[in-house]
């Protein structure tokens, strides 16, 4: 996914793109409208995160004048402002959504999610593992040609999985992907959605075996 | 109701000069009466006895003392001498008038007054309740073959042209000794100009002058007098005695309205007015107007298209009373009347 | 809001001036009526008076040497034409009385050949008389005549008070006339202010617009200075809002920066402790920015409450959206929100930024202190009033502290580790008690969880 970061805050627009960056997402970060402006222009984003109060002006304009353009691409507001008092008028001005900083990575993420399924979603999005299918977005993963949806916490999970396949990812790091930071929950948690999972994937090839002492990893059986 | 009424005749009460003299004092008393009326009158006791009787049926806690006298003696008796009266009544409408003008009367209001004609009340102080016209009398006997005179032009006519049948028996008024006559003659004089003409052929035919209208009446129906002129007779008497004629001039007839006032020296004005109201409701009463032969004061009754002239309640009657205007009008009566 | 003190009225001062003005003209034409009539009705005395004693004065002649007089009858009835009064009179030759009243008096000042007129009191009465004087030749001696000639003041009276009568009943009506006029001129001249007034009055709370409507020309400085008040007003209530924005914006831009580092340093870092204490800073970030929030949240909703902007609100679509913006939150932890809606509609009247703030608030609590694989159920009902009910399968509230959840910073005493400012349902319950509605929370009926019931009156 490709996405147009436009924040005027330089620390936090860094700390976003090294954010975006762990999960493997491409972020370009502009600072004005006018910049914004030029990027929208040039390259096709699937996502644009928006800022309201920049230096050169409101964001709500850039909102309208992007509406007015006919541009499909979403756009998820970054408000910095109270819930209530903007949350008519942006998603009136055309704001797919909106979250407010500061803000859990995860639920951006889902966010990001609901307005692209929401959108009908992209059909490059799924990916196949020997005879698994999985859309990452709509959250279906097709086993053995039947299609069948995937709860969040099985589809992050997955999700990691098929990012990178046969590598060995360790429980910590799954807790992280997998549970916010408000989530107090014991490092055993993990098994009971790789559990699930495996029983999800039972009938294809792939599988996601324990490694011991080190974590899990997805593996095609023969 | 118990009765009192007594007489005490024809007395002269009168002791002494310039003292009341009355002709007749009657007392109506009532058993436990509240109040008592004085009423100086100028009509006789008979006269006026049931109009009293009918009063006191009406009012029964009321005594009353009827005393009689002449008109000049009344005005003399309230005008100089401040007799104490509750009522005057009186035929003398210019005295009357005087009286009330000169302040000698009080004011009294009430709604039996207030439904008076205007002409039957002055400052509500003079109230009429009869009206009397003065009339010709003439004896039928000595019109026989004779044409009625019906106004003044032709009775001067006949008086000029019949001589023979009118000499020594015109009867009028003495108008020095009667108050009456002198009020009809000013009016006469003021009203027609051939009353000094009529004056003349009456002192011509050598006219009798009477005092009083009684006697007058009396001499036409024994055929002393062919005719009487100016005669304000009771009703009863000109309709109950034979071989006279009444008649009313079609030119005008003078009419004497009988008032009564209440001095200055009256007890309670509430007392004598109910009097007062009682004779302003005289009309109403039908029967007593048959009796008294008073022809009552009638407030719907309306006389502007006959010849009669109510004489007017006000200061025009002051006129004939000043003394300068009496002595004229006196001396040129007297000099028409009496000729050589 | 109505001021306590007014210093009187406009309206009823002017009333009360133009009145005052009335009354005084009134009086005015009252006295001025009076002392013309008055003195018309003394000119006509005097002039009958006038004539009545010229007319004698003239029948005054002389025969062979003596002073004669034959009194005319018209003299004296021309005095009775009016009214019913008394007459005086007396005659003088040379200073003696000839006829009439000689206790008459003479006037002190006599100028031959002109008339005096006098008023004083006669025999119980006031008179008006007259002196009138002419010069009589009796055998070749000149004689001075005199004659006086008084009359009562009654019908004069009479004549006065009938007037006076008339010119109060007039001075009178004139003056309802007049007062009734000017309560209507006050009414009409007060009009623009009225209508000033209500259009003022008409304007919701946030309508800071410059009134536009015509003003008459008085008004044009109170509505310049309404304007020029409303303007700053506007620009200071912008400010303010701004500098709120701007507040929010500086604190909540260094959160997001910090929680995002510590996210993506949390990512890097191997050992368990330092990724311990980093989720505690993290976790403290999110508290503070929470309670920020709520207390925005709660500040807004009190003042909102003051002045509801009501609009009819489906309360279905209300739900609907709220638990649309939610759901992300709660897939997060895999936490179903089913939302039962009745057949019919459900319609309240309220402000639809205050309900969506309750509602959104009790959800949110709802997905916070529920764990994992859970479902929340939504249900709309209508029972002659609107109830949103929203049912969990948490830990409940326990048994002791359901009447104090609702205070301020209150929180269930099983909620410590879960972030949470406790102004969520205080939000939610002051909404509720603004629309004339209530929070209800029960436990759930049916097995485990919290009931939190919003109920509203319908529209």
Redesign the interface.
Known sequence: MRYLLVEDNQKLAKALCDRFALEGHVVDHVETLADADVSVRTVAYDMILLDIMLPDGDGREFLRGHRGKDDPTPVIVLTARSEVSDRVGLLDLGADDYITKPFDFSELQARVRAVMRRLGGTANNAKTYGDVVFDSTTGEVVVAGVTEQLRNREMRLLEVFFGAPGQIFSKTYLMDRLFSFSDDVSENAIEVYVGRLRRKLEPSQASIETVRGLGYRMVLSS | MRHFGFALGLSLLASGAGALELEESRTYQVAGARAELRILSTADVEVFEPILLAFQQQHGDVSIQYDVASSAQLMRALYDEGAEYDLAISSAMDLQTKL????FTLSFRSDATANLPDWAA??DQVFAFTQEPAVLVVSEAAFEGLPMPTNREGLIDLLRTQPEVFEGRVGTYDVRTSGLGYLFATQDS?NTESFWQLTEVMGRLDAQLYCCSGQMIRDVAEGKLAIAYNVLGSYAQLANTPGIRTIEMDDFVSVMLRTAVIPQTARSVADSGLMIDFLAGLSERPELALQTGLPPVEAQRDDTATARRPI?L???L??FL????RE?FLRSWVSSMEQP | MKLRNPTGSIRRRLVAQLALIAALLSVAFFFTVRVVAEQAATDTQDNILAASATSIADAVYSESGVVRLELPYSAISMLSTISEDRVFYRVLVDGQTVTGYDDLPLPVARQPGRAVFETYPYRGDDLRSVLVSRALSVGNQARQVEVIVGQTRLGLAAISSKITATAVAIGVVFFIVATALSFLAAQNAMQPLDRLAASVARRGPNDLRPVTAATPAELVPLVGGLNSFMARLRSALTRSEDLIAEAAHRVRTPLATVRTQAEVIHRQMERPQNKKALREMIRAVDESSRSAGQLLDHAMVTFRSDQLETEDINAADLLRDVVDRLGPTAELKDISVHLTLPSGRCVVRGDMILLQNAVRNVLDNAIKYSPADTDIVVQLTNDGACRMAFMDQGRGFGEADLASLTQRFSRGANVDDVVGSGLGLTIADDVARAHGGALEITSNTEGAGACVTLVLPLA
């Open positions: 009330a003008n000169d302040g002055w400052r003021r007017r006000g200061p025009g002051l006129v000043d003394t300068m205007r004229t």
